[in-house]
């Protein structure tokens, strides 16, 4: 039996495929390939280095990373809604108080025509020429622009008279 | 770009081709590069590119037939592999490795590019006029006896293209390369049956491409 091998059909072929041998880059080529790999990972380091401290100031990212971390953590993600939600049970139990407080503390307001609204009189008697004789400024707070608007206005201009006024008056002594 | 008058290189002589068989790396060095570059030694790494990177574009250059995404390619491989050195748990040769990156960059490089293939295709050197295989080619027993090196290498680099990823990288790494069958099926991850059918029909396809060159 011979034992000689089957001749190869793609000799000729093989001997063309050698010509692609032969294909060389530039001269010099390999000479910087190195230093250029080296270069792009440095510059890829520093590059996300830099992206990373910009994205640390965006508010997308930032979210992201949070929910990131609460998808990988469900106790914390857990904790986290306790927190929420006991936040919104103390914000409404303090609003509620501060409702009440608000009203019972907060005068009613007056209208322009009320005795004892805003009104400063300066009203010196005779006998009493060496003090100063006025009202103190009515303490009330200022209507809101809203009340305002929607006060009926009296016809010329509104004038606070002695006798619809009720105020107080104080009296300031000097050191002689 | 076709580059119709390929320049001729001076040849290595043979002490350069005695030195540069002889300095191949040992395992024990490149395992220990590989240790030094995944603590962040880019020195060690530089070292291994530079004993990689002539092979490691050669393939790429084969596959794609052009310089230019040669040179993108095989740096970004590099790139790549020094990111995904952590990974990297030995039990392959980082030479290996480093290939397998490439090649799959490669081929994805090539589903993306297809049908807007642009040769730009490197220069012979000087050793191809005189290389005997190729001489034995243009001889006048040839077909084509008009036919000179570098519409040979236009003609070759075609066919090539036409042929699909995996069957073009059985023929560069096998026939090109001079890898063996078990390196290659290493680096493409199947069995050498497959590299060796792949081959066939490779062979068969280029061989009914260039029928005109081959006697």
Redesign the interface.
């Known amino acids: 039996m011979s034992m000689s091998p089957v001749p190869d ?2 000799e ?16 010099g080529y ?1 000479h910087g ?6 270069v ?3 510059a ?1 380091e520093v590059g996300e280095e830099a992206q990373a401290s910009f994205l640390s100031f965006d508010v997308g990212p930032f979210f992201q990373r949070i929910w990131a971390t609460l998808d990988a953590r469900p106790v914390l993600a857990g904790a986290f809604g306790v927190a929420v939600c006991g936040f919104f049970v103390v914000g409404a139990l303090l609003s509620e108080n501060g409702a009440v407080t608000e009203i019972s503390s907060v005068p009613q307001r007056l209208s322009p025509h009320a005795p004892g609204h805003a009104a400063v009189v300066w009203e010196p008697k005779a006998n009493e020429s060496s003090s100063l004789v006025g009202v103190v400024p009515n303490a009330q707070p200022k209507i809101s622009l809203f009340d305002e608007i929607g006060t009926p206005q009296v016809s010329g201009t509104w004038q606070a008279s002695p006798q619809s006024v009720n105020f107080k008056p104080v009296q300031f002594s000097f050191p002689q | 770009m076709i580059m119709t008058e390929p320049a001729r290189r001076k040849p290595l002589n043979e002490e350069e081709r005695v030195e540069s068989r002889t300095t191949q790396p040992s395992p024990v060095d490149e395992m220990v590069l590989v240790r030094k570059a995944r603590q962040g030694d880019l020195e060690a790494y530089d070292e291994l590119v530079k004993r990689y990177q002539e092979r490691i574009y050669a393939t790429v250059y084969h596959m794609t037939s052009n310089h230019e995404d040669a040179n993108d390619l095989a740096q970004e491989a590099f790139i790549k592999a020094f990111h995904a050195l952590k990974s990297f748990k030995g039990g392959s040769s980082f030479y290996t490795w480093v290939y397998r990156i490439a090649v799959n960059k490669t081929i994805n490089f090539l589903k993306q590019r297809k049908n807007k293939a642009q040769m730009s295709l490197d220069d012979l050197d000087f050793n191809a006029e005189h290389d005997p295989d190729l001489v034995a080619l243009i001889s006048d027993k040839t077909p084509r006896r008009e036919v000179n090196l570098a519409e040979l290498q236009e003609k070759l680099n075609v066919a090539m293209q036409k042929l699909s990823e995996p069957h073009r990288l059985v023929v560069t790494l096998h026939d090109v390369q001079g890898l063996s069958h078990e390196e290659i099926a290493k680096i493409m991850e199947c069995n050498i049956g497959t590299v060796r059918s792949r081959l066939f029909y490779a062979r068969q396809q280029l061989q009914a491409y260039l029928s005109d060159y081959l006697k």
Do not use: N, T
């Open positions: 059909d793609f000729q072929l093989r001997r063309l495929l050698a010509l692609k041998k032969h294909e060389q880059p530039p001269p390999f390939f190195s230093r250029h790999v080296i792009r990972i440095k890829g």
